[in-house]
């Protein structure tokens, strides 16, 4: 038995901008995102946020792992709420057992990291997600360089993938970049004092305090993850006496930085291309620096196939109107009308009585006639029998669109709302609002998977309800 990775899992919104189609909207004003207009980066729809990313997530990276979960950590600069247990509402819509410790994880781009570190150090078992969904201003670099995301790494001793050696961690309040409690957007400092006197004096240090703990030379590394620039990383790998190539993707082409789950998604992206036997150490940066040294073992083989961030990154949906992306991100208020204008307040009484039902997906299955339905109820819909249900989720399983409706007078942030009645096997079927579909593109007979979702906004008290959609089946 070894202290370790058990497995990892990552999520990457479908939605990606064109940097192209940003500069062609605001290049008049700002000519000199010009340099910054190669690829593309990934867009929360206007129903993702830091939870339902950070879900999805830990869903990739629970798939066909078995034990249960104890402790789950959530780290993110953007957790929707501030006085609610964010971390509380990802446990329960991935079904865990309520008896586990949860904890929000926030204040800096290496709470996940950080976290990472105190880990291998103190060798307890958790589930780690990391996910970020920052706003950007219009025609800013943020808005270019930015992307939304979330990675997850479950932790703990057994068979790993992945062995701690050793971690280092150094604080140095470097302010390279900040974020008010009363702002929306980052403010970022000079790039080149950053790389001077932040990247080039600090991370050196951590990487070669942790490689002296693990007993190894720095030029034994055959991988690292770094949060930050490939042109960093060139500068970098050139101090540290490593090759360039040992420095992996940043990934910022593909999919942009996702902030505090950058590090993590990094990771879990080099793990996919991982053999065993290979040093691989994980950076993270921002007012100090954290540097966590793995060994992969022989297990990652047969672990790897099927999860990360690499099927994400091939599943994706083109988005050149500017115009529509500023108002997924709310940062520009279309009048969609009368139909707009109602009252969101969640009964939050009555919603802690069917929390369960509601954010864990629970419907019942019956003894009698294994009949499943949602939501649960006295009374079996098939038989008839009484008190027979035994609760289950639904959240796993893949249904199939049985009718739908696309509706383009009803409102939704993002016209059309469709909706409709989905099959379930074993007689369920629900009538849900479906997300992430093109217009036109759903049809009868189509699979689906359920994904956890924004449902609507309250903004007369700033809160937000969350249910499961219908969603394309990936690949």
């Not at 970049?177 to 080039?200: C, H, I, K, N, P």
């Not at 409102?411 to 849900?432: H, Q, W």
Request: contains cysteine; negative net charge; hydrophobic residues 40%.
């Amino acid at each position: 038995m070894s202290y370790g990775i058990l497995s990892f899992g990552a999520y990457l919104p479908a939605l990606r901008l064109s940097r192209r189609a940003v500069l062609e909207a605001v290049g008049w004003a700002v000519p000199g995102l010009r340099g910054l207009a190669a690829g593309e980066r990934t867009v929360a729809n206007w129903d993702e946020d830091a939870i339902t990313m950070a879900v999805e997530a830990g869903r990739d990276c629970l798939a066909g792992v078995d034990g249960a979960v104890e402790h789950l950590a959530l780290a993110s600069t953007t957790l929707p709420f501030t006085d609610r247990s964010n971390s509380g509402l990802v446990a329960d819509a991935l079904v865990l057992d309520n008896h586990l410790v949860t904890e929000d994880l926030a204040g800096s781009r290496r709470a996940a990291t950080s976290a990472l570190a105190r880990a291998a150090r103190n060798q307890g078992a958790m589930l780690l997600l990391a996910s970020d969904c920052r706003e950007t201003r219009p025609g800013s670099n943020q808005e270019m360089l930015y992307g939304h995301g979330a990675a997850a790494l479950l932790l703990g001793e057994g068979k790993p993938i992945a062995e701690f050696l050793a971690s280092a961690s150094i604080h140095e309040d470097l302010v390279d970049q900040y974020r008010s409690a009363d702002t929306d957007y980052d403010y970022a400092l000079e790039e080149r004092w950053v790389r001077e006197e932040g990247y080039f004096k600090i991370v050196p240090s951590v990487i070669e305090q942790a490689a002296r703990e693990a007993g190894i030379a720095v030029a034994d590394i055959d991988r690292v993850v770094l949060h930050g620039s490939a042109s960093v990383a060139r500068a970098l790998a050139k101090r540290l006496g490593l090759a360039a190539d040992r420095f992996s993707s940043d990934l910022v082409a593909e999919c942009g930085d996702c902030g505090a789950a950058q590090p993590l998604v990094m990771l879990a992206h080099a793990l996919e291309q991982a053999t065993p036997d290979q040093y691989v150490m994980v950076v993270g940066f921002g007012q100090g620096a954290d540097a966590v040294l793995l060994r992969t073992t022989p297990v990652l083989s047969a672990m790897k196939a099927g999860r990360g961030p690499s099927r994400y990154l091939a599943r994706k949906r083109e988005l050149t109107n500017y115009t529509k992306f500023l108002s997924l991100r709310n940062q520009i208020s279309i009048d969609f009308g009368l139909r707009s204008e109602r009252d969101n307040r969640t009964a939050l009484s009555a919603f802690y009585r069917k929390r369960r039902d509601i954010t864990s997906m629970l419907g019942g299955r019956c003894r009698e006639c294994n009949t499943l339905q949602f939501p649960r109820s006295l009374v079996c819909v098939k038989c008839g029998a009484s008190d027979t249900q035994e609760p289950e989720s639904l959240a796993g399983l893949t249904g199939r669109v049985k009718s739908f409706t696309e509706d383009w007078l009803a409102y939704t942030p993002s016209p059309p709302y469709v909706y409709g009645n989905v099959e379930f096997p074993d007689g369920a079927n629900i009538m849900l609002e479906f997300t992430d579909f093109a217009p036109g593109e759903v049809k009868v007979g189509d699979p689906v998977r359920l994904v956890f979702r924004i449902k609507d906004f309250d903004p007369k008290r700033n809160f937000r309800r969350y249910f499961w959609k219908p969603a394309p089946v990936m690949d």
